[in-house]
């Protein structure tokens, strides 16, 4: 079946409603798990981006891509490994405002870990970190110790290296 | 998301005010549409209004069950080649559609389901008959979509009807809220040219033309499977004129059956679970296998892992996304079947392969002793399911349209039944659907008025859609119907028989009185089960004006050979 890698999936679509829905019944009727989901525009107007994550392997993805794009309002479907493209995720922690005062460690916590503090309240402060799922992760565990009350973690957004896909794809009118 | 966006066609001058319920009728007309299936009810009710004042122009055939109108409808399009449409309400009306529209989602059938919806305003309020028929029928239609405004009723059909047909086809479900259907509005009606989304047919690669052309004209045993795909893009011309320029055998696959007369001389039978020897075995056997419009279907292939390993694989498609799907090919044709076979016409070398085709016939041979012989001349006293196909092609020669249901009989029907014409073997593949054959039997009636339309169907089927006699007499559709009656549910039983150690679990069938049943509906009906009787029963009913119900006591524990078994690989066929 070959090696198991992540790919991320660019989907650029219609936007019409219940195209998501179309979209998780192919990986859903396939028992497959999908990591991340990001829906957005795109730089075209009325294009509507997917940026949906999976492990898989390429047999596998390559057969997604070609289920997604036969839906009738997916305009084209891409596959990238990680090395093709550059993409974030967004990582937001709120914490008990004590922490924050009492402990300068999570000061310099934050500051090494390039998050940013993105509100205070009296009762808690909300941290910021945009990277990859292994960095926010980490801060995560290195917050942990002292208390995290809520953690979440955005889809992934991908921008892909190549260049020369989408506009000349998208022969649009 | 944005906002749920809407289509809203652009209007003209010659546009003119009307109701959204006229507005899907006149749409439908422009679409050439003069005959609907369907079933009314409380969400449908504009719409049928409107057809009560357009009765000259469309023509509605009332079903007993709206799984009975979609199934009509897929036997209409199957038989006719142009899109079935069927309507029905919300709620339960839509829910009965389902197994219609998955079995033509599998089998490429076009189609355009109409249904009523609740208000717009009730929308998720789990209103009366309200159900989310666009979730539910999401992955088994081609496309579907809501309308909630009357303006968008006339782009939307004209996108139902393009997608519906184009390319691969499909069931697309349009669904309409009732205050839509009420609303006036301008109408005005544009026929769906493009979209631009969605490449119905991707353009052929020219070079792998020409590469195909030289793989087939180097090949020493090269072997075609042809597949519904031939029928649909209408390439049964092209076909054999590739045929009988190279010399190639080719096999059928249960959906592409009658897109080359099985008198043809280069035809060698049907692949798949319950196809013909040859065919499966010599798969394993040839050289290039050059794959036309067929999708390597599990129970045509067999096990993937031990599945035409030796040969090189040429696959002619129009869907990308079957292209390596199960069967990887050695050089994908990409289009239209009809265009890519004219273009591979000029490019092959005329030939012939008479070692080859011997294989072939040596295969038929054993399985017409082994198989064929016990099936159409049994020792036994009981009829055999062969013996009566056997019959009906020495009285009809292949010139009748036949529509099988699902089990042993279906089996039997596709190995025998002769074939003139194309379109003339409409049956359930994909899907398997028990109950398909009674409901499309009326609708390939209605396609071809002009021939014999003979429905084969097992005891156990019939019961699923039987009610479905009503319509044929309410509307005087003179269809054949015969009942292979084995007192089983005969496919599964042959299951449990071989490996199952015969343990009947609940498929023996205590059944009523058929031709009473045919006859409390006012069809002419007769039973027989004796051998002498066979042919004259027959003749009689062939011969009967109208429809006519002829019930066969078959023997109970028949079986259906050849078989690959689940699991095992073509070259396993087994005899016995
Ligand atoms: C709707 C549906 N339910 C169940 C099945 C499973 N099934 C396949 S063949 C078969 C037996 C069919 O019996 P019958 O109609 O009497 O035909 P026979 O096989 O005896 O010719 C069954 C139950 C099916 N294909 N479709």
Partial sequence: ?173 | MGAPSTLVSTKTNTSVALSGAEAVIKSLIQEDVDLLFGYPGGAIMPVYDALYHYQKEIKHVLTRHEQGAIHAAQGYARASGKTGVVIATSGPGATNLITGIADAQIDSTPLVCITGQVISQLLGTDGFQETDVIGISMPITKWNYQVTSAEEIPEALAKAFFIARSGRPGPVLVDITKDAQFEQFNFDYKKCESIRSYNPVPTTDQNSLKKAASLVNESKKPYIIFGQGVILSGAEQELRQLLEKTGIPAASTLLGLSALPTTHPQYVGMVGMHGNYGPNLLTNECDTLIAVGMRFDDRVTGDLKRYCKQAKIIHIEVDPSEIDKNVKCDIPLLGDAKKILQSLLPLVNKSTHPIWMNEFEKCKKIEFEKVVQKDFFPKKDQLSMGEVLNEINNITKGDSVVVSDVGQHQMISCRYAQFNYSRSNITSGGLGTMGFCLPAAIGAKLAQPLRQVIAIVGDGGFQMTLQELGTIKQFGIDIKIIILNNEFLGMVRQWQELFFEKRYAHTEMQNPDFIAIAKGYGIEAKKITEREGLNDALKKMLTHNGSYLLEVRVGKEGNVFPMVATGASVSEVRLE
Avoid: C, W
């Avoid at chain 1, 981006?49 to 309002?73: A, N, W, Y």
């Avoid at chain 1, 990680?82 to 004590?98: G, M, P, R, W």
């Avoid at chain 1, 921008?159 to 998208?170: D, Q």
């Fill in chain 1, 1 to 173: 079946m070959g090696e198991i890698k992540t790919y991320t999936i660019s989907i650029f679509t219609e936007n019409h409603v219940g195209l998501l829905n179309r979209i998780t019944i192919i990986f859903t009727k396939r028992r497959l798990n999908i990591e991340s989901l990001n829906t957005s525009e795109s730089e075209i107007a009325g294009i509507h981006r997917f940026t949906i994550v999976v492990k898989v392997s390429e047999e596998t993805v390559i057969k997604l891509v070609k289920q997604i794009e036969k839906q009738i309002e997916v305009v084209r479907a891409f596959y990238h490994i990680d090395e093709d493209t550059v993409f974030q995720e967004i990582a937001l922690y709120k914490v008990h405002s004590n922490t924050i005062v009492n402990g300068i460690k999570v000061e310099s916590l934050i500051r090494d870990n390039h998050a940013r503090i993105l509100a205070i309240e009296n009762d808690f402060i909300i941290i910021e970190k945009t990277g990859h799922k292994e960095e926010t992760n980490d801060l995560l565990k290195k917050l942990e110790p002292y208390g995290i009350m809520e953690f979440v973690r955005s889809g992934r957004v991908s921008v892909t290296k190549p260049l020369e896909h989408m506009v000349s794809f998208l022969k649009l009118n």
